[in-house]
């Protein structure tokens, strides 16, 4: 097994893409030991010394390590060791009985902006997640309330130093240009 990565936007989150479909729909991410536990893989990264957060994509693994704390050249070869040794193993990337798909996080929007957040949304899905998870990441719609977009980060663009200036100066434009309406997107 060949397992790839990429470095991205966050000096502290790597992308590794072992060649194979990782989750077939929607997403997973575990920032602590205990939201590991929904995961046999995450469960084995954080076992690795030194790593904060996994994200687990359609085909690809983001991980954060400890800023400050662990190099890559330290953390790296272990990741590699433990992606590699699970997917041999033949064990899955949930627990059983997991599912994913219903987030946890309510939306919030007035009805009277239904057709705003639809676009929003769409645009989200067609042009901005795309090239997100491309970096690793994922951005999601939180809610619409008075011309300002609510999103969340994900993955590589949780905590990066680069996703204020990816929502200011590239979202919140893509938005503006579509929807004058939105005059700011914040992240939550």
């Known amino acids: 097994m060949f397992i790839q990565t990429e470095a991205t936007p966050n000096p ?5 893409l072992p060649g194979r479909v990782v989750l ?4 997973f991410e575990a920032r602590d ?19 904060a957060g996994v994200y687990f994509g359609h085909d690809f693994i983001s991980v954060t390590k ?3 704390e662990h190099g890559w050249p330290q953390v790296k070869p272990a990741i590699l060791g433990a992606i590699m040794e699970h997917f041999q193993s033949g064990a899955p990337v949930l627990a059983e009985g997991v599912v994913l798909g ?5 939306e919030f929007y007035d009805e009277a902006d239904h057709d705003t957040v639809v676009t929003i949304k769409d645009l989200l899905e067609t042009r901005v997640r795309p ?15 008075e ?17 204020t200036a990816t929502l200011r100066h ?3 434009n893509l938005f503006k240009h579509f929807l004058p309406e939105v005059r700011e997107v914040q992240a939550v």
Do not use: W
């Open 147 to 163: 011309g300002v977009v609510y999103l969340e980060m994900k993955g590589a663009c949780s905590g990066c130093p680069s996703s």
């Open 12 to 16: 502290a989150t790597l992308k590794f």
């Open 66 to 68: 400890i800023e400050n």
């Open 24 to 27: 077939p729909e929607s997403t």
């Open 102 to 106: 219903g987030d946890d996080a309510e």
């Open 33 to 51: 030991v205990e939201s590991a536990a929904r995961s046999p893989l995450a469960q084995r990264l954080f076992d690795v010394p030194g790593v």
């Open 131 to 145: 090239a997100v998870a491309s970096d690793g990441g994922d951005i999601t719609f939180r809610g619409f309330k």
């Open 170 to 172: 590239g979202v919140q």
